[in-house]
């Protein structure tokens, strides 16, 4: 009897793929339906975020049941490896089944240094069993964060039309993350490059191709707002409905910002929408690579004056909170990003406070600046301190602007942003917090 119930169990094993759960667009590798060794998700943070597939020794393999849809000959994924690395073949049926293709990683650094390689495989459709078979050397081979199955026309990497982004796909709003498109053209992707505020961002950008998402832009928007790099001459984001081509709502122009990792944030007026829509960010340039995209975000705004406002003598205030980007995780010295916030109606500031834990040592009080959105000072005022965590003198650091300003995007200057606090929490931007009246 005992036998019979482990020659069932056994089958069941082998036949796992028949109740297993589908994965398709871009699968976290830690999803898999069944894995040999020690293979498992592991608590090392993947490429963008989340944690990663592990423990991946020579012989070993993880399976999934994969929907490669209407047909896929393009394979993408990201990993990591801090020794020799080794190959990653595709392979369907089986860990011996047919062989798809072949990915090659080297040591990328270190097992949280990740990078992205794709590889053609054999034109294939429909739901399969998967399988990543793990070959290399002695020890472990790499971390794998995800990986995604495409369609391409042709071997420069041009993406064949993909059906409509209403027919599925997972809705956005808020600040979206411009890396989680639910399709894309070209070889427009998910990059290992360093995004505005922490994690990664879009790229591979080039001209005529297209990110598309499945966007909510609520009760009604008619800003656009987005944060974008370039390390040549740039070019144009159109923002789209409905298709690549459909109505167009505005255009973002980016120039060089000095390279693929500083970020600049732009925004521009857009014909008023609602509700959720097929949005398409179209990107026009010239050769080569135009920009790497880490954002973006669409608001409603009933200013389109451009108001600059006028600052008036500083004094002190009360009033209620509408921006704080702190948080209670360890934090470091020097910001990474803008500390940007928006203002949706007419409002007073009446104090804006800054944190300068700096290792426990404070920094004298210095100043405290106010641009909009198209670089305009529009105020600086000196800075009182005071006691901060742990009684840690001239931690904080405050002034009191009273100043008024239009619905719109607001940045935070600080005189001495080499002790102004910052981490990933707050995506690389200063710690703020801004009271108004």
């Known amino acids: 009897m005992k036998k019979w119930i482990i020659l069932f169990v056994g089958i069941l094993a082998c036949k796992f793929m028949a109740f297993g759960q589908i994965s398709n667009g871009k699968v976290q590798a830690k999803s898999y339906t069944q894995s040999t060794g020690r293979v498992h998700a592991t608590d090392e943070p993947a490429a963008e975020g989340g944690t990663c597939l592990g423990w991946i020794s020579n012989g070993t393999y993880a399976a999934y049941r994969h929907d490669f849809g209407s047909g896929a000959n393009l394979f993408r994924i990201s990993a990591s490896s801090g020794t020799s690395g080794g190959s990653i073949q595709i392979r369907t049926g089986s860990s011996s089944g047919t062989l798809l293709g072949t990915v090659q990683f080297s040591n990328t650094g270190s097992f949280t240094k990740y990078q992205t390689k794709e590889t053609t495989i054999n034109s294939i459709s429909g739901v399969q069993d998967l399988y990543l078979v793990f ?16 369609s391409t026309s042709n071997s420069s990497g041009m993406v064949l039309t993909p059906a409509p982004v209403s027919s599925g796909g997972q809705i956005s709003n808020g600040k979206v993350q411009a890396k989680s498109y639910t399709q894309s053209t070209g070889r427009v992707h998910a990059t290992d490059e360093p995004a505005a505020e922490g994690g990664t961002c879009l790229g591979w950008i080039s001209n005529g191709t297209y990110a598309a998402y499945r966007h909510d832009f609520g009760s009604g928007a008619n800003l656009f707002r987005i944060s974008a790099s370039s390390g040549t001459s740039g070019g144009s984001i159109q923002i789209r409905t409905g298709s690549s081509s459909g109505t167009l ?16 944030t732009k ?17 026009i340039g010239g050769a080569g690579w135009l920009f790497n995209i880490a954002w973006f975000e669409t608001l409603s705004t009933n200013n389109s004056s451009g108001m600059v406002p006028t600052p008036v003598s500083s004094q002190p205030v009360l009033g209620s909170i509408i921006f704080q980007n702190g948080n209670t995780s360890g934090v470091f010295n020097g910001v990474k990003s803008n500390t940007d916030f ?18 426990g040592n404070g920094s004298q009080p210095g100043q405290i600046g106010l641009r909009d959105a198209r670089g305009t000072i529009l105020g600086t005022w000196q800075s009182e301190g005071s006691d901060g965590m742990r009684g840690v003198k001239n931690a904080n650091w405050t002034v009191h602007p009273n100043i008024t300003l239009q619905p719109g995007i607001y940045m935070i200057t600080d005189s001495e942003p080499s002790t102004w606090s910052q981490n990933s929490g707050s995506f690389g931007a200063g710690f703020s917090i801004v009271n108004a009246k």
């Open 135 to 150: 070959i290399g050397g002695a020890g472990w081979l790499f971390n794998i964060a995800w990986f995604e199955t495409l």
């Open 249 to 264: 709502l505005g255009t973002v122009q980016f120039s060089n910002t000095g390279s693929f990792t500083k970020y600049q």
């Open 267 to 283: 925004e521009t007026t857009i014909n008023s929408i609602s509700g959720v829509q097929d949005l398409y960010l179209v990107f």
């Open 342 to 359: 928006y203002v949706r109606q007419t409002t007073i500031i009446s104090s804006i406070l800054n944190y300068h834990w700096n290792n």
